[in-house]
């Protein structure tokens, strides 16, 4: 297993505050799409905040067999194996010195790998731009080739954690898929085994900056920690992301883009705060089955809050659309239901019990069926790909690791427990839903219920 973190040696490192504040806008209303605020009056405070709510550590895990602990993230991933890593470049901030940064969230502290001006922020022109990368070996030691799925959905996991967190905090965000792959890795000199895959610029009223000169750049250097004695290569993965990089002369500023948007009745409520939600979310490892069912308030609620718009020159319109598994759900007769794309209704597909094949398409994993709802996410490639050309194949996955945690958060703030699951055999999900490939691809598993005890959970 390669190493968990990522650092910067002969670099300088900066901590940032200590216990951030906790941001206090319901977490429902925070996916509703209300912006909060902030007391950070300069950039130490307010990355602080940004960071702990979005990419920190937020609990550990002991092997009881072992004794070992592990950390266990803010932002989800598949196996806790996380690959995504956080690069941020800074402009204006009070207090905090122009350049390009790399969060450690070992230490919650920002290693400073070089100073002054990049142009990569001049040309998304925020003051705040996150570069989020993949080091896929972390994945593909465990999963082999279908690693690539699980990064590009991480990718969408983080995107969301970042997004949503500064909302919470009263500023806006803007993703990016849209770049020179090499230009980027070369402004920022990331090493050979970290892929660039989204960018997301911050702006708002609520990020403390003052006007900034361009400033000469000066280069640190650093060498990043190497994380496993040696890796394996796995060819289809490097000929799946060569085949979707794009060569343009600059990064893609803000276009204008009418995000996908549905809209249900959320009648359900809960009050817990947005930083409570993302600090206690966990991925369920099991869930109480039974007779304990899910309200279709509920249910709503949550759908509503995956459905609500995202912002990303990719995102005009949505390439996924969701199949419900309604196993325990008060009000809903147990069947497999499609969503309507634009009128959010649930279409009866198949009517009976789906527990058994739930489980059974998920990989055999018990959780899929001890849920109370689990869906299947398919992905539309074909229309992806005639919009976006193979680039489209990382949107289509970006959007439902996206989802993926708005359905996290959404279930946390209602009291309930969610896990995203990668694992499944694809061409049965496609056989069981009667669809052909030309309908769309399945791309991620979920599932959503009462979360069985983890012992190993320690904080």
Same mark, same amino acid.
């Given at each position: 297993?390669?190493?968990?973190?990522?650092?910067?040696?002969?670099?300088?490192?900066?901590?940032?505050?200590?216990?951030?504040?906790?941001?206090?806008?319901?977490?429902?209303?925070?996916?509703?799409?209300?912006?909060?605020?902030?007391?950070?009056?300069?950039?130490?405070?307010?990355?602080?905040?940004l960071l702990f709510y979005s990419a920190a550590i937020s609990a550990s895990k002991r092997v009881p067999s072992?004794?070992?602990?592990?950390?266990?993230?803010?932002?989800?991933?598949?196996?806790?194996?996380?690959?995504?890593?956080?690069?941020?470049?800074?402009?204006?901030?009070?207090?905090?010195?122009?350049?390009?940064?790399?969060?450690?969230?070992?230490?919650?502290?920002?290693?400073?790998?070089?100073?002054?001006?990049?142009?990569? &922020? %001049?040309?998304?022109? +925020?003051?705040?731009? $996150?570069?989020? !990368?993949?080091?896929?070996? @972390?994945? *593909?030691?465990?999963?082999?080739?279908?690693?690539?799925?699980?990064?590009?959905?991480?990718?969408?996991?983080?995107?969301?954690?970042?997004?949503?967190?500064?909302?919470?905090?009263?500023?806006?965000?803007?993703?990016?898929?849209?770049?020179?792959?090499?230009?980027?890795?070369?402004?920022?000199?990331?090493?050979?085994?970290?892929?660039?895959?989204?960018?997301?610029?911050?702006?708002?009223?609520?990020?403390?900056?003052?006007?900034?000169?361009?400033?000469?750049?000066?280069?640190?250097?650093?060498?990043?920690?190497q994380l496993s004695p040696e890796t394996i290569a796995y060819p289809l993965i490097e000929r799946v992301h060569?085949?979707?990089?794009?060569?343009?002369?600059?990064?893609?500023?803000?276009?204008?883009?009418?995000?996908?948007?549905?809209?249900? &009745? %959320?009648?359900?409520? +809960?009050?817990?705060? $947005?930083?409570? !939600?993302?600090?206690?979310? @966990?991925? *369920?490892?099991?869930?109480?089955?039974?007779?304990?069912?899910?309200?279709?308030?509920?249910?709503?609620?949550?759908?509503?809050?995956?459905?609500?718009?995202?912002?990303?020159?990719?995102?005009?319109?949505?390439?996924?659309?969701?199949?419900?598994?309604?196993?325990?759900?008060?009000?809903?007769?147990?069947?497999?239901?499609?969503?309507?794309?634009?009128?959010?209704?649930?279409?009866?597909?198949?009517?009976?019990?789906?527990?058994?094949?739930?489980?059974?398409?998920?990989?055999?994993?018990?959780?899929?069926?001890?849920?109370?709802?689990?869906?299947?996410?398919?992905?539309?490639?074909?229309?992806?790909?005639?919009?976006?050309?193979?680039?489209?194949?990382?949107?289509?996955?970006?959007?439902?690791?996206?989802?993926?945690?708005?359905?996290?958060? %959404?279930a946390e703030a209602l009291g309930l427990g969610a896990t995203g699951i990668g694992a499944f055999f694809d061409?049965?999900?496609?056989?069981?839903?009667?669809?052909?490939?030309?309908?769309?691809?399945?791309?991620?598993?979920?599932?959503?219920?009462?979360?069985?005890?983890?012992?190993?959970?320690?904080?």
């Amino acid at each position: 297993m390669p190493e968990p973190f990522r650092h910067y040696e002969d670099v300088p490192v900066i901590d940032l505050p200590a216990d951030p504040p906790v941001p206090e806008l319901p977490a429902l209303d925070v996916l509703g799409g209300e912006m909060g605020s902030t007391p950070a009056q300069d950039g130490p405070a307010f990355l602080s905040e940004l960071l702990f709510y979005s990419a920190a550590i937020s609990a550990s895990k002991r092997v009881p067999s072992t004794g070992e602990r592990y950390s266990l993230r803010v932002n989800p991933s598949s196996g806790n194996l996380h690959p995504t890593e956080f690069h941020f470049i800074t402009r204006g901030l009070i207090g905090w010195a122009d350049g390009l940064y790399h969060y450690r969230p070992s230490s919650h502290m920002a290693e400073q790998r070089g100073l002054g001006t990049f142009e990569l &922020a %001049a040309a998304i022109g +925020s003051p705040i731009v $996150f570069i989020l !990368t993949s080091i896929v070996w @972390r994945e *593909a030691w465990k999963y082999r080739s279908r690693a690539y799925r699980y990064c590009l959905h991480d990718i969408g996991h983080a995107w969301q954690a970042l997004a949503l967190a500064a909302r919470s905090m009263g500023c806006r965000s803007f993703a990016t898929g849209r770049f020179d792959d090499n230009q980027v890795t070369q402004i920022c000199h990331f090493h050979d085994d970290e892929w660039p895959l989204l960018v997301v610029g911050l702006a708002g009223d609520s990020i403390p900056v003052v006007p900034s000169e361009p400033k000469t750049s000066h280069w640190f250097g650093g060498r990043p920690n190497q994380l496993s004695p040696e890796t394996i290569a796995y060819p289809l993965i490097e000929r799946v992301h060569a085949a979707t990089k794009i060569l343009v002369p600059t990064v893609a500023g803000n276009p204008s883009v009418a995000p996908a948007e549905i809209r249900f &009745a %959320a009648p359900a409520q +809960s009050s817990r705060t $947005f930083g409570e !939600t993302v600090r206690k979310r @966990r991925s *369920a490892v099991d869930f109480v089955g039974g007779s304990r069912s899910l309200s279709l308030a509920r249910l709503s609620t949550i759908l509503a809050g995956a459905a609500a718009p995202f912002f990303a020159d990719f995102s005009g319109e949505s390439f996924i659309r969701l199949y419900l598994y309604a196993h325990r759900i008060d009000g809903l007769e147990p069947g497999v239901y499609r969503l309507g794309k634009a009128s959010g209704e649930l279409e009866l597909m198949r009517s009976g019990d789906q527990r058994v094949v739930a489980a059974g398409l998920s990989l055999g994993q018990n959780l899929a069926g001890n849920a109370c709802a689990s869906f299947s996410l398919i992905g539309d490639l074909d229309h992806a790909t005639s919009i976006f050309g193979d680039r489209g194949y990382r949107y289509v996955h970006f959007e439902a690791g996206a989802i993926g945690h708005r359905l996290y958060l %959404a279930a946390e703030a209602l009291g309930l427990g969610a896990t995203g699951i990668g694992a499944f055999f694809d061409d049965e999900v496609h056989r069981y839903l009667n669809f052909s490939s030309h309908d769309g691809q399945v791309v991620y598993h979920f599932a959503i219920g009462y979360p069985a005890p983890d012992l190993r959970l320690s904080a």
